[in-house]
């Protein structure tokens, strides 16, 4: 406990000397005012931004467009790679394409989803999910295969059917690992969506930072910035919370 | 139906078992048999053998977790094929705790096809947490738990389904010798208090001589049914049964069946 207090105080201690010294060297004026405002006036207009509600419809549009595609990459990616795992030939076939996945640009395809779509919210989750799901497959075949030999025999003793072996079993089993691949998968969503509204989209977030950078907007850019980051970290911190509850409770970390 | 006690439990005709060879050449691995064996209703059974001789597999074949390239096996008249059959209930060598359980959800998931009400398993989960000793652990977690605990709460869910025929495969072979000893004593107690059929796999043989009614020495593979040594302990018995005359005189009769096997085992190796 009082290891853990002293940890979070030191990570606390880090991100304010960070802040403190981009403070001083825009009071110093070494960053100009047009690159980036000093931390204080960035928080200052965050606060002011949140408050006016003109940009509750962009971040809605992009959290929800994200949340839709981390869900459907890890639903899609779970079942797919249980799907796989069971198939030998097919997992050997896919092999390739998974460990090369990550070097294709999957952006590239934006417009042409744009075009199949139209201009709506489909491409945009379509990337988050195209950037997800493979990350979710892929942890997921390496958690199945950590699966204990006995732990598969065992449900065959208990008389269990397919499905009742995976729910009840292997992915339980897997857990860990499904974890990893779920925290993958919302950040490469997240990534995946606010990139897409960067390159073209009506509204979002990703939408309201390019056009505040067009205009030289940094009042807007930067807390739009800041309010990405902090989604991003929130829910990745609480799924790392959760991880470790997992871990802990069996036996894997003190 | 339970059969009566002159038909067997279980009985095993010309078992066979050869593993083809793994891929990339290699010669088929001939493990066990031809082999023939009864299982008496009731009995304690235990089986001994040098490292490698195909225990594993023959355990397996009974429990329907693997099949024979030759050969007959049937539990209770009824032939076994490719399914763990009603009945039998089975208790491996690894831990196979499920971590994200308490000990009660374990116990529990043995019961989830029984068709009893909820007070009904709820009654069973009870007796048999009695039974092993774990009621204290009932909200524990198995990494919360030592190892012969937790070996226990493996035992606690496979007694829960009250089989006719527990099979287990070294169970013990993980602990140490006192804990090893005390455990031999609670299975022969369940034994005891369930009227069930105990199938044993062991390595050891003082543990094969205290709690057995008969004993099957096996040979270096491929497996085959050496010779069944008859104890006639008294039903009410424990590891007390350790300083009897006729105890050391089991276990010397076992070590001679097995030394050369042992030997031969251990060249092939
Ligand atoms: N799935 C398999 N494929 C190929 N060979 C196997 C397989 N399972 C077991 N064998 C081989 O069959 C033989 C018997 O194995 P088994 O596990 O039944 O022996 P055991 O008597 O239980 O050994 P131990 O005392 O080490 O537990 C061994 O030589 C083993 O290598
Ligand atoms: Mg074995």
Redesign the pocket.
Known sequence: MHTRWRLTLARVLILLAFTGILEILCAAGTIDPLTMQPPHRILLDLVHLLGSGSFNRAIARTLSNAMIATSMAIIVGVVAGSLIHRIRGLRDALDLLFSTWYAVPVLAFYPLLIVIFGLTNLPSIMIGFMQGVVAVIVTTLDGLDRVPRVLRKLARTQHMTTLETAWLITLPAAAPWLLGGAKLAVVFSIIGVVASEFLMAREGMGFEISYAYNNFDNARMYPLIVLVIVFSVTVNSLLLRWEARLARRRGLKP | MLADAATPLVTLRGITRV?PP?AGGGQP?H?LGPLDLDLRTGEFFAVV?P????????FELIAGLQQANDGTIAFEGKPITGKVPDGIGVVFQEDSCLPWRTVRGNIALGLRKSGLSRAEQETRIEHVLVLMNLVEFASHYPAQLSGGMRQRVCIARTLVMEPRLILLD?PFAALDQQTRLLMGEEVLRVWRSTSATVFLIT?ALDEAAMLSDRIAVMSA?P?RILDIVETAWPRERDSRILEDERFGAISARLWRLLRDETIKAADAH
Do not use: Y
């Open positions: 593993f793994i691995i493990a053998g490292s490698g001789c195909g225990k594993s597999t023959l070294e390595h593979r497996g």
